[in-house]
Nanobody
């Protein structure tokens, strides 16, 4: 069983920073690609950033230059460093892992895979950015 637990969400002002963490259990990092997704009220879940098992990364255009996805394999933790936060970044943020499928191919091409490529999901952590 693969379990993912997010933390680090908070309420911040425009221009602030947050670091989200996702601790994962029950899988090998060498076999999984991972990603961060977000969903705001009334909107569909969208991909934010992803990292392949080979370390390659991809980002949504809306967060490039502001967000960074990293993984500390020794600590079984995925991170999303967020800077220059904007009100439109407000959402519930979810971390996810694939099941050894094709997500890494999308990441290798420089795009964030669809949420359909990921089968294991955390419960989410709320990020609120006020103007």
């Amino acid at each position: 069983q693969v379990v993912l637990v997010e933390s680090g969400g908070d309420s911040v002002q425009t221009g602030g920073s947050l670091r989200l963490s996702c601790v994962f259990f029950g899988y090998s990092h060498s076999s999984y690609s991972m990603g961060w997704f977000r969903q705001a009220p009334g909107k569909e879940r969208e991909g934010v950033a992803a990292i392949g098992s080979d370390g390659r990364t991809s980002y949504a255009d809306s967060v490039k230059g502001r967000f960074t996805i990293t993984q500390d394999n020794a600590r079984n933790t995925l991170y999303l460093q967020m800077h220059s936060l904007k009100p439109e970044d407000s959402a519930i943020y979810y971390c996810a892992a694939d099941r050894g499928g094709s997500a890494g191919i999308w990441i290798g091409r420089g795009t964030v895979p669809s949420s359909a490529e990921f089968v294991y999901w955390g419960q989410g952590t709320q990020v609120t950015v006020s103007a």
